[in-house]
């Protein structure tokens, strides 16, 4: 027998469970009970109040003890990512000393007002996102992309293997998991010249990582690639939904708008570098070399397992249609924040950035329904006999992540829509 | 004599000032003396503080008498814009009765304590802007950049006469005019294939209008065509700056990106659509008709003067580039609203929405130094003897736009940028 290497908490759960004490999510979440909204943390299956933790000051290190403010009774994290990383480890400590099997810090009282179950407890957007940026850092997914639209010959626009290619998204537009997703409406045109009015028939997920800046840098100031780790408050999932019809009409020259705009949805849990730092694992050479400013010593990303699951109203349970990887990425994110700033472009506390979509070398590991239909060429077949090339209303997609440790999970939970019917045309003419 | 149908204050200014009691532009400021921040007006060349006249209840009017908090003691006006239209044109209402010629509502020492020189003050960004949108809505300067790309046959994309086209910006590098811009560096290259790292040579001015949203609809839900005017807070003066060289090489597929990234000015001022009515002008009819979500009854803009200056290090004063005009656009600023919010986009209180490039018809109204240099085969000469295509080093764009009245002006003040050399290579390598 292995011995597990897994630390011990006096909150029970069991080896798969993705918030063991090695985690230590930071989220927010509202007590509808109180009607109150606090920063929280979770292990196992409790939800940790971390404002009652502050108030009552066991955050005892040295930074926290001298800090003149509180940062957790907030609605978001905003306010505790703006302390920085030491801070961020600190508190990581603390709670992981805290919740140690055997600590007597909590009293019963204490616990009573700190725990809560998760059912019974509303998470929130745990970040008010600044500004979002996706980039497209997934070689595999560009080259398929680049494949339906120009053949395999031609996949790669010439600029793809120089510039972690990115675009600015749209912010407010970001919901967290359990949020219902409109189906859009939108210009669509078959022949690239007459358009129509429809509502989007070609609904599709983007399995993507979401990164979290911490760190701002002045305006004009670039980020050094080899500072940039530093500016990582940590890590969620990312759900960015795409309206494929609408996008095909709309994006020359200026690029996706309304196909992308009426949402993205991410896991209620910002997942901290220092969760994943057991995880990490290099990133395959790059090829040609990079120029100075992207020259990444560290390259890397994290082992992370992403599961693409289907739930129809028919199917009596999820359905797994991918299973990719954090890995799979040409760029780091340390890559994409250098290119961000390297015009000066200031980065803000609070601002998301999207990994692209992240699709493995193999079909079973593709991360969008428009590759694992080919366009529309095939269809994906579901265990009852359900077809799909794309999403119906109804349909939810569930993104889970997770690494897997000797004897414990890092999990970033999940983050899941349901797909709602299009509005009526009262909605859109007076 | 024609009678001047002008308003008269008790504060003193001549016909061409920007700041007449019919304007009452929104703003804030930093008054150094007491390192106090609050939102603004401005008549003739005095600032007033709004905070000042809301504490002593000077606003008391049915609508602010019943509001049960203080909006004018902040560093920006998003609290202001959240109460809505009603509460904007009742502020308008009062500030024009306490400075209207003849008016005792101040007595003296509240006239020290409100009025300031606009020389002792600094003016803020005016707006926290939350998401910034860039739409391409001038037929010429969307006709004139795809001659210089593709030729007059194809200058305008399919899509061009359907969607106002647009795409998601860059909120935090919006700065207010003053703020001195960084040329970028970043990646060029000459064939398209191979590229180099550069500063960039071919930086550029645009010539918008920036449009404030002041009300949100929730998510989901789309805004109807002709709602849209109540969504509008008011407009300033913007200049989107351009890496052209940057843009080149990295906008396929997914649009401009570290090209626009990384600054673009804003006038302090706001004006409202109150201050602008008498200049509302009809657009052009549109062929192809609309879809009949963006069929706008009042298919209008407003007929605001817009001018370009350059100033270099070596010219005695600044020179006229070009004059274009607000109206002189194919989209109105309803129609980019009904169109980005079709999908169920939530726009937010402090959105900002650029119209794109203005350019008129004629060469002397172009935009941008892309179309009056004709894509670097032309040069602009200067009336020293200096010629340019781009921007160099040390010169300033300075934008102004102005509404002429009977025997008075609207103004929206000036958006000024100068350009400071780019880093050099310790700020990007290790």
Not at 15 to 26: K, M, Q, S, V, Y
């Amino acid at each position: 027998m292995v011995e597990s290497s897994a630390l011990k908490s006096w909150i029970s759960y069991d080896e798969a469970n993705h918030f063991p004490l090695e985690n230590i999510p930071f989220g927010a979440f509202l007590d509808p009970k109180e009607n109150k909204k606090a920063c929280c943390t979770r292990i196992g299956d409790k939800v940790i109040d971390l404002s009652v933790l502050e108030h009552e000051r066991l955050f005892d290190g040295p930074l926290f003890t001298n800090l003149d403010r509180h940062v957790f009774c907030e609605e978001n994290l905003n306010k505790f990512m703006e302390l920085g990383s030491a801070y961020r480890k600190e508190a990581r400590e603390s709670l992981q000393k805290i919740f140690a099997d055997g600590s007597s810090i909590l009293s019963e009282e204490l616990k009573a007002k700190v725990l809560f179950e998760t059912a019974d407890v509303q998470l929130l957007l745990p970040v008010f996102i600044r500004d979002y940026t996706d980039f497209y850092s997934s070689k595999n997914h560009a080259y398929n992309v680049g494949c339906m639209f120009r053949g395999p010959d031609n996949a790669l626009q010439p600029n793809w293997l120089h510039i972690p290619i990115g675009y600015h998204g749209r912010a407010s537009s970001i919901v967290v998991s359990g949020t219902e997703i409109r189906r859009p409406k939108g210009q669509v045109s078959a022949d690239k010249i007459n358009p129509t009015w429809s509502q989007c028939n070609r609904l599709d997920l983007e399995l993507e990582m979401g990164t979290f800046i911490g760190r701002a840098n002045p305006l004009g100031d670039p980020i050094k690639v080899n500072d940039a780790k530093d500016y990582i408050f940590g890590y969620t999932l990312l759900n960015d939904w795409s309206a494929r019809d609408l996008q095909v009409w709309e994006y020359v020259p200026l690029g996706p708008f309304n196909a992308k705009n009426f949402a993205s949805t991410i896991a209620p849990w910002v997942i901290t570098p220092e969760a994943l730092e057991p995880f990490k694992t290099p990133l395959p050479e790059q090829e040609p070399k990079m120029m100075p400013y992207l020259q990444d010593k560290d390259l890397s990303s994290y082992d992370v397992s992403l599961d693409i699951l289907i739930k129809t109203p028919k199917l009596d349970a999820p359905h797994k249609l991918a299973t990719s990887n954090f890995k799979h990425l040409y760029y780091s994110v340390a890559q994409t924040i250098a290119h961000h700033s390297s015009t000066g472009c200031n980065m803000s506390v609070g601002d998301m950035l999207g990994s692209g979509t992240i699709s493995g070398p193999e079909k079973s590991a593709y991360g969008s329904m428009l590759e694992l239909c080919w366009g529309g060429k095939e269809v994906i077949a579901l265990p009852n006999g359900e077809e799909r090339k794309f999403l119906n209303d109804g349909d939810s997609i569930i993104l889970r992540g997770a690494c897997k440790g000797n004897g414990y999970t890092i999990g970033f939970g999940e983050a899941e829509g349901t797909i709602i019917p299009a509005h009526d045309e009262s909605y859109y003419t007076a």
